[in-house]
């Protein structure tokens, strides 16, 4: 049972940083895409971020581009997403998910495998 379990969501000031992680654990294969989408309230769920485990190549939204950082821990089996310059607009709850196949895509489609959530909470 593949089973993703998000940390490190909280309360931080516009401008400020946080760096969400994400444990994942229940599978004999390695998932070849990881990443980080977000809900707002009122809002569809977006994808932020993926990686293509096996090249490494890195996918981001417009919106986070240049400020936000998606990398991986092959040893520990862990995801992590390092957010900076945070923004109002950046308040959502985020969740990590996991995907096999050849592309990875920032559609919430694709991705089968959904951890529970983390809050992340930027004011102004």
């Known amino acids: 049972q593949v089973q993703l379990v998000e940390s490190g969501g909280g309360s931080v000031q516009a401008g400020g940083s946080l760096r969400l992680s994400c444990a994942a654990s229940g599978y004999t294969y390695r998932p070849d895409c990881l990443g980080w989408f977000r809900q707002a309230p009122g809002k569809e769920r977006e994808g932020v971020a993926t990686i293509h485990t096996p090249s490494n190549t890195t996918y981001y939204s417009d919106s986070v581009e240049g400020r936000f950082t998606i990398s991986r821990d092959n040893a520990k089996n862990t995801l992590s997403l390092e957010m900076n310059s945070l923004k109002p607009d950046d308040t959502a709850m985020y969740y990590c998910?996991?995907?096999?196949?050849?592309?990875?895509?920032?559609?919430?489609?694709?991705?089968?495998?959904w951890g529970q959530g983390t809050q992340v909470t930027v004011s102004s």
């Open positions: 998910v996991a995907h096999w196949g050849p592309y990875c895509p920032l559609r919430r489609d694709i991705y089968a495998y």
